[in-house]
């Protein structure tokens, strides 16, 4: 980062370490991704984009929604 002028530091803390407090996910798996990609519906699924939202985290569900497999 210092060669390309960058000014930031990256914490390689655990979340629980730098004191954020995020509820653990499930893997989805690729079947799941797919059915999102589909437009399909999946009970594992909804519940891992619920904690993805509580979570706050919006690129996760943008990549869930299209269809990655986390």
Known sequence: MAELDIDAQVDHRSPEAQGIELERQHKIG?????????????????????????????????????????
């Not at 990609?37 to 996760?60: F, K, T, V």
């Open 30 to 70: 690729p079947a799941a991704a797919r059915m999102a990609g589909q437009g399909l519906e999946s009970e594992r699924l909804e519940e891992h984009l619920a904690i993805a939202r509580a979570n706050g985290d919006p690129e996760q569900l943008q990549a869930i929604e299209a269809g990655a497999a986390f």
